[in-house]
């Protein structure tokens, strides 16, 4: 079992770590009320269950707003990674869960930061020293 960043851990601790990753998966990025006695409509029960969300209101504590981390499913560096290995837009935006124009922003910025966003390779230039030796 690897560790979960904050508050993701303590969640995996009482729901499991895959329940964990759900939650950080779908909520990451955002505050999230947990309530003492959530129902079918908290946004955390949404996404690991009304029983599984009541037992975390127990042992963390309801009541309260939550800051949920990205965790494992920051996604910079996911656009980034496949930006990198070739994937488009249109598939980038479609799997990390943002617009394509978010994409967009990333392929940007990774080409003004002289980073090939789409596979491309950089050839070295080498130091060949003068073509005409005679001169």
């Known amino acids: 079992m690897s560790r979960l960043p904050g508050i993701l851990q303590r969640f995996a601790d009482v729901i499991g770590e895959q329940d964990a990753r759900n939650i950080a998966q779908r909520l990451g990025g955002r505050r999230v009320y947990l309530a003492e006695n959530p129902g079918p409509d908290n946004p955390i029960a949404q996404v690991i269950g009304v029983e599984a ?30 930006l990198t290995i070739g994937w488009t837009h249109t598939s980038i935006a479609s799997e990390v869960g943002v617009g394509v124009r978010t994409v ?10 002289n980073r090939p966003p789409s596979g491309a390779v950089h050839q ?5 020293g003068d073509p005409d030796p005679e001169t």
Not at 56 to 78: C, K, S, V
Not at 104 to 113: L, T, V
């Open 104 to 113: 967009e922003y990333h392929a940007q910025r990774m080409r003004q930061h």
């Open 124 to 128: 070295l230039s080498l130091p060949l």
């Open 53 to 82: 969300a009541a037992r975390l209101a127990r042992e963390i504590g309801g009541g309260e707003d939550i800051a949920i981390p990205f965790g494992p499913f920051a996604r910079a560096p996911r656009i980034r990674h496949l």
